[in-house]
């Protein structure tokens, strides 16, 4: 269960990321919605994603 939720919970982190590189990159004037969007989104997954990690590298 550990490991299935850490697959979901890394995988937002990851598309949410590229998502706001892609954005930020782009310098749209909607980035400050989507920094405000995607920064607490970034946070939740980031932490959650460490504390469900097994540890194991590779």
Do not use: D, Q
């Not at 930020?24 to 970034?42: F, I």
Request: aromatic letters at 10%; zero cysteines.
């Amino acid at each position: 269960m550990k490991a299935w939720l850490h697959e979901k919970i890394a995988a937002v982190f990851w598309i949410t990321l590229s998502l706001y590189a892609f954005m930020a990159g782009r310098g749209t004037p909607l980035e400050g919605y989507v920094t405000t969007a995607a920064g607490p989104v970034l946070l939740v997954t980031g932490v959650l994603a460490l504390l469900t990690s097994s540890g194991e590298e590779g």
